[in-house]
């Protein structure tokens, strides 16, 4: 097997998964990971179902998970709910991955102005009183809180996959490549942008953007496209 075939990542599926299980199909992972905006209509071992068996599935949310409760529930009430990487990091086909799902949302914190609140607690307790004791609105729970963001800084991983963009794309955010530097991350996946392309940021960081429907290996190979993301 091509060593850089034992984890692929999928860009924004937006519904089609067909080109991760071909992928799948073609190069027997040991695992997937999935960078968010699935824009689900049932849970989504239910559109994954051909692979469940045949790999690992891990993944993390995007922002249009959030934008109803129908595709909220399909991901996080999901039989795949546990394989969530949001905040955490996981030994994966033997390397250590790290994810962070959602975005910068301008209510909560959008980099690099100052957050505008220290954690979700803060938010829920300036609201009125019969909102304080409520759970955070979808909206809000799509949004990179500044405090758990912060938190990741003291873990340590090979790779970090966000749906944000670090600065390498002109829509990114410096703060991904800060995250990944403390990390001690040497590689960084992203999708959300919709946009194939390989760059390097501080400290030799290597960042792969994911398209769309695209599914990338660890090199950064368009492995249902038969070619390289984009050279640096």
Known sequence: MNPNHRILFAGD???????????????????????????????????????????????????????????????????LADYSLHLRVKEIAGLRIAGLGGIFLGRVW??????????????????KTAQRYSELSLKYRSAIWHDEFEAMKAL????LVTHEAPSSHRF????????????????????????????????????VGVADQVVADLAGNLVNAGELAVSD
């Open 172 to 207: 990114g955010f410096a703060a991904i490549g800060e995250l990944a530097s403390a990390m001690g991350v040497k590689h960084v996946f992203h999708g959300h942008l919709h946009e194939n392309y390989a760059a390097t940021i501080r400290r030799n960081i290597r960042v």
């Open 110 to 127: 959008y980099p690099p102005a100052q957050p505008k609140w220290i954690n979700k607690r803060h938010f829920l307790n300036s609201q």
């Open 13 to 79: 599926p937006h519904g089609n998964f067909r080109p991760l299980i071909e992928a799948v199909r073609k190069c027997r992972p040991e695992a997937v990971v999935l960078l968010g905006d699935y824009d689900l209509e049932c849970p989504l071992e239910h559109y994954l179902a051909e692979i469940i068996g045949l790999t690992e599935i891990w993944w993390i949310a995007g922002n249009h998970d959030f934008q109803s409760p129908c595709k909220y529930h399909s991901l996080f009430n999901s039989s």
């Open 156 to 159: 340590q991983a090979d790779i």
